[in-house]
C-alpha cells in the first residue's frame, strides 16, 4: 500500500482511485445469536455452528456436526433473524477472526458469544469479505487487539470498529472476490485430489501386505502366489550406516552439504522439504568430522520416535548432502526393490515393531543394532518390483498435487498481501 494514497499495489486493470476507509460496523451489522442449550442439540435437523466448525471447514476439514430442531430454529429466527446468503460467521474465541462464509439461504443457526454474526446489508461482495479476513492488514489488526497469555477474544465492539478498506465500485468488488474464489475452489480440488490418494495409498497399504501373523496379502498382482518370508532388516542390505553426530558449531544458514534430519522424513514415506528451516555446513566441515556423504536413492530410516522407523527414499536436493546421528542410512542389495522396501517399513505393522524397541526418556529412540533385527516379510524380486511400481505411481501423484498446493497457496499469499489495502 501507498503511504499516501490508499490503493493496492496491485489490481484488475480498469480500475483507478483510492479504496473507502470505512470500519466493519459501517457496512455490516454486527452482531450474534440466542442462547442454545447443549441439551438442546440434536442429531438431525438444521444445522448448529460452533468455533470448531468454523476452523474445520477454514482449513479443508469437517467436525461430527450438531444439530437443533426445526421448531426450535424457527423459535429462535423469529427473536434473532435469520442468516442469509453472503452473510459471515465470525470466530470470536479461540482462533479468532477465521470466518465462515454463508453460500446459500438454506436454514442455519450457531453458537452465541463464540460466533459473531456480519449481517451483509449493504451488498459488498460476499467473497471480498471473507478474503478480507485471511488479509494481512486484518491478521495485524487482530495481533494488535489481543494478549499474549490471556485467552483471546474478538468482541462484537472490536468487531464493529474494525478498520477495513473497500473499492468503491461494486465491479472491482466482485473481481476480487471471484479471483479469489477461483484460487479458493482450485486449491480445495487438488487437496480433494491429493486426499484421495492418500485414503487409496492408505487402503492399499492394509491389503496388498500380509496382516499381523499372516504370511500371504488379501491382495496381490495376478500371476503371484505362495508365502512370503520373513527377513531381518539386516539380510536385505549389504551397506547400512548411521548419519554424523554434528555438533552446532558445523551448521550454518548456507554451505556446501545439506544436513538431511529426522523432521525431513515424512510419516507417509514422503520427504518433507521443510526450506524455511534447511541447514548446512561447509567442507572443512566435512572434512573435519570426517562424514558420511548420502546420495539420491538411499533409503533413510528415521531412529528418532513419532514414529521411529519412518522411511523415505532420499531425493536430489540440488546439494549433496549429509545426515543426522538419528537417521539410518541403508543401500538394498540388487535383490531388493528399494521402493518396496520403503513401502513396507511405513506400513502400521511394521512401525509397531519398531515402537516396540524405542527406549529413552526425553528423546526415544531405537538403536540401530535392534532396528537392523525388525524382521519384514517379503515375496520374489518380481512381485516385489510390481509392488514397488505401483506405490512409485501414486507417491509421484501424490507429490505433484502437493507441489500444485504449495505453487497455489503461494499464489494466494502473494495476492493477499498485494491486492489488500
Known amino acids: 500500500m501507498s503511504e499516501e494514497n490508499n490503493v493496492p499495489a496491485i489490481r484488475f486493470k480498469g480500475f483507478s482511485g483510492e479504496w473507502k476507509s470505512s470500519e466493519l460496523g459501517k457496512l455490516l451489522d454486527i452482531t450474534s445469536a440466542a442462547r442454545v442449550h447443549k441439551n438442546e442439540w440434536t442429531n438431525v435437523g438444521v444445522p448448529f455452528f460452533r468455533t470448531s466448525d468454523v ?15 426445526l421448531e426450535l430454529y424457527k423459535e429462535l429466527s423469529a427473536r434473532s433473524g435469520s442468516v442469509k446468503k453472503d452473510d459471515l460467521l465470525i470466530t470470536g474465541g479461540g482462533s479468532i477472526g477465521i470466518p465462515y462464509l454463508i453460500k446459500t439461504s ?52 472490536q468487531a464493529k470498529t474494525t478498520p477495513i478498506y473497500v473499492p468503491e465500485e461494486s465491479e472491482e468488488q466482485t473481481k476480487i472476490g471471484n479471483y479469489f474464489q477461483q484460487l479458493d475452489t482450485l486449491i480445495a480440488q487438488h487437496q480433494q485430489k491429493h486426499d484421495k490418494l492418500l485414503n487409496l495409498k492408505k487402503a492399499l497399504l492394509e491389503k496388498m501386505f500380509p496382516k499381523q501373523g499372516a504370511t500371504v496379502p488379501e491382495i496381490r498382482f495376478n500371476g503371484f502366489s505362495g508365502e512370503w518370508e520373513g527377513i531381518a532388516l539386516r539380510e536385505f542390505v549389504s551397506n547400512i550406516s548411521d548419519g554424523d553426530w554434528i555438533e552446532s558449531n558445523h551448521i550454518f544458514e548456507q554451505g556446501k552439504y545439506r544436513i538431511i534430519q529426522t523432521g525431513n522424513l515424512g510419516v507417509n514415506g514422503e520427504y518433507i522439504d521443510k526450506e524455511n528451516n534447511a541447514k548446512y555446513f561447509h567442507q572443512k566441515d566435512f572434512d573435519e568430522i570426517r562424514a558420511n556423504e548420502i546420495f539420491p536413492n538411499d533409503i533413510l530410516i528415521s531412529r528418532l520416535a513419532e514414529p521411529a522407523g519412518r522411511t523415505i527414499i532420499l531425493p536430489n536436493t540440488g546439494f549433496r548432502m549429509v545426515t543426522a546421528v538419528d537417521v539410518t542410512v541403508i543401500r538394498p542389495d540388487d535383490g531388493f526393490n528399494s521402493t518396496f522396501l520403503k513401502t513396507q517399513l511405513n506400513t502400521t505393522i511394521v512401525l509397531l515393531k519398531v515402537s516396540e524397541n524405542v527406549s529413552g526418556t526425553s528423546h526415544k529412540r531405537i538403536s540401530r543394532s535392534n532396528l537392523e533385527k525388525t524382521k519384514i516379510l517379503a515375496p520374489n524380486l518380481d512381485e516385489q518390483t510390481k509392488i514397488g511400481k505401483l506405490f512409485k505411481q501414486l507417491d509421484t501423484l501424490l507429490t505433484q498435487h502437493q507441489a500444485q498446493l504449495k505453487k497455489l497457496n503461494h499464489i494466494k499469499q502473494a495476492c493477499l498481501e498485494k491486492m489488500f489495502v
Do not use: C, M, Q
Not at 451488498?123 to 485467552?151: E, Q
Open 55 to 69: 476452523v474445520s471447514l477454514y482449513k479443508g476439514k469437517e467436525n461430527k456436526k450438531a444439530y437443533i430442531s
Open 106 to 157: 438454506d436454514p442455519i443457526y450457531f453458537k452465541d458469544a463464540d460466533l459473531l454474526w456480519l449481517k451483509n446489508t449493504t451488498d459488498t461482495n460476499g467473497y471480498l469479505l471473507f478474503t478480507f479476513f485471511s488479509s494481512p492488514p486484518f491478521r495485524k489488526y487482530i495481533n494488535s487487539i489481543t494478549h499474549i497469555g490471556t485467552i483471546s477474544h474478538y468482541t462484537i465492539e
